[in-house]
């Protein structure tokens, strides 16, 4: 009885191949809507996570004052990150950062870019590797040795004739001899070229580049956390101990900041789910729009087909068997606005994920859930056209004109 309802509700639609496509161009489009929407919003997220990847995994920075701009608070002191690494828990590396921008010179080409200083223990925990070179080693900080390990944009730029090992880079009236190249990271989420950096021992910055002999010279506190280690309890236990050698009063504001890479990427997933809800759920609207076309054309069908309704309830069919045949009309055409949704949403991700960079992955079970919801607007929609079939007086359908 289904098999021979659902060919019958073909041989339909196949007969008004235009209003059927109509009928459902509403769904069509609801179904497609709902799957690109949230199949770009989960690659969006993912895009995050992996662009805050590049920078360092549980990766904390500690900087004066509040936000990422210029700031008037005092800088930390070498105290501060000993005083931090040796009294807040969960801390598996720790690295002072300063950094200056001036403009690099080699023999014939020069660029404005940023110049870093710290220790080894920045590697690790930015998530550098080498591409060719080494990284400078603690007696090479100690030391202040003029060695520098560059980015691939730097490399590039000042030295596109050959391998750079080796090499002298002025910066000001210090020449710094290139020992080692870093692998490409890309763009950052922020629009930031991470391969457009020079890092330097923090010792060869602060007497040579920035003649900062003071206590407080360090710019930031760069903190690998532990894997499982909550993050929030080390971002407490900072600000408490920060508090404590900043000698802020209960009243006064912090003038320093924690900043926790995880925090930020569920932050920005979250606000990008959100978003991607209310988006799907304004799109779901014209899934309910396509419906309600349904329903108008299957009681437009019920009148146009008034005579056939009673000619088979005179010959033996019974309500529910017609009732039947008009709903599995309705859901076949819902499911095929579904399925041509599916396939345009598809053919839609596939584009925009190439326009705007994000990963593209297929997921079977949104586009499921969109195809089930579709079946569901058939039934719902399809039912009252489908009862009023049913309940015709055969008599009365027969001389209906």
């Not at 662009?51 to 800088?75: C, D, H, M, Y």
């Not at 997933?269 to 349904?294: E, R």
């Not at 015709?392 to 001389?399: G, N, S, T």
Request: aromatic letters at 6%; charged letters at 20%.
């Amino acid at each position: 009885m289904f098999w021979n309802a659902f060919i019958i509700a073909l041989r339909e639609i196949r007969r008004n191949l235009t209003r059927a496509f109509l009928t459902v161009i509403g769904v069509v489009i609801g179904v497609a809507a709902v799957v690109t929407l949230v199949t770009l919003g989960r690659g969006a997220t993912e895009t995050v996570k992996a662009q805050i990847e590049k920078v360092g995994s549980n990766l904390l920075t500690l900087r004066p004052g509040q936000g990422w701009g210029p700031q008037s608070a005092p800088l930390f002191s070498q105290g501060d990150m000993e005083a931090v690494r040796d009294q807040v828990p969960g801390i598996r590396a720790i690295a002072p950062m300063s950094s200056t921008s001036v403009q690099a010179i080699s023999d014939e080409d020069a660029r404005q870019t940023d110049i870093q200083g710290t220790t080894p223990e920045y590697f690790p925990i930015g998530n550098w590797q080498i591409a060719s070179g080494r990284f400078f080693t603690d007696e090479e900080v100690v030391d202040g040795a003029t060695v520098a390990v560059i980015g691939e944009t730097i490399r590039k730029e000042l030295f596109p004739k050959g391998d750079a090992i080796g090499q002298k880079i002025r910066l000001l009236s210090t020449a710094v001899t290139v020992i080692g190249v870093t692998t490409v990271k890309g763009q950052a989420g922020w629009g930031d070229d991470l391969d457009d950096n020079i890092i330097i021992p923090i010792t060869t910055l602060q007497r040579r580049l920035n003649g900062q002999m003071s206590k407080q010279n360090l710019g930031q506190i760069m903190i690998s956390t532990e894997d499982g280690y909550p993050s929030e309890a080390v971002v407490a236990d900072l600000n408490s101990l920060m508090r404590e050698r900043r000698r802020l009063s209960r009243n006064q504001q912090n003038n320093f900041s924690a900043f926790d890479s995880r925090q930020i990427a569920d932050a920005v997933s979250s606000s990008t789910k959100v978003m991607t809800s209310l988006l799907g759920a304004v799109a779901g609207v014209s899934l309910l729009v396509g419906g309600i076309g349904i329903m108008n054309i299957m009681l437009v069908s019920v009148t146009e087909r008034t005579r056939e309704i009673g000619i088979r309830m005179a010959i033996g069919a019974r309500a529910r068997e017609v009732m039947l045949q008009f709903l599995v009309e309705a859901v076949t055409l819902s499911c095929v606005g579904g399925l041509c949704g599916i396939a345009l949403a598809y053919g839609l991700c596939v584009w925009l994920a190439k326009l705007v960079g994000a990963p593209f992955t297929f997921d079977p079970k949104i586009n499921g859930i969109a195809f089930i919801f579709s079946a569901a607007i058939g039934i719902l929609f399809g039912f009252m056209p489908a009862r009023r079939a049913a309940g015709l007086d055969p008599i009365e359908a027969l001389r209906h004109e």
